[in-house]
């Protein structure tokens, strides 16, 4: 059914379903994992919160630790898997490793609107509208 199922994660508590939602459909197709995670550059949101280049450093070392910990869980349960952190607006870098990595299905979840979302769209929302493959969006809660 897949071959090839990109979880999404930010790392957080709430993205644990997610990940263990898209560990569960590998194991059940003995699909290859892709973890990513995106280091958010979007001008708006820099400029916000004034990171330094020592601070996004943090976040793509963060990124790394997150998707690291993805592909032991997979290698756990017999599965192949590799980690990317990517860098820039989540919803574009998502679907595009997953165009360029013949990515069968999405999983990730969803989290609450910050002001720049209620405008513009959640990433679920915008890798939904990106992807031709399916999207699987894991709500907590």
């Known amino acids: ?19 263990d939602y898209g560990l569960e459909v590998a194991e059940r197709t003995t699909a290859k ?3 990513v995670y995106v280091v958010e550059t979007k001008a ?9 280049d ?5 976040y793509k070392e963060y990124g790394r630790e997150t998707v690291t910990e993805v592909v032991e869980e997979a290698v ?4 192949e898997a590799n980690g990317v952190v990517k860098t820039g607006r ?3 870098e998502i679907a595009e490793y997953a165009s360029d990595n013949d990515v069968d299905a999405v999983v990730m979840g969803k989290q609450g609107h910050g002001a720049v979302d209620r405008h513009l769209g959640s990433t ?3 890798v939904m509208r990106r992807v031709d ?3 699987t969006v894991v709500v907590e809660g």
């Open 133 to 135: 493959d399916a999207v």
């Open 54 to 58: 020592a601070e996004l450093e943090q």
């Open 33 to 35: 994992i892709h973890a």
């Open 76 to 79: 756990e349960r017999g599965l």
């Open 90 to 92: 989540p919803s574009e």
């Open 1 to 19: 059914m897949y071959d090839n199922v990109l979880i999404a994660t930010d790392g957080s508590d709430a993205a644990q379903g997610c990940v």
């Open 44 to 52: 708006t949101y820099i400029l916000t919160v004034g990171l330094s």
């Open 124 to 126: 679920a929302e915008n």
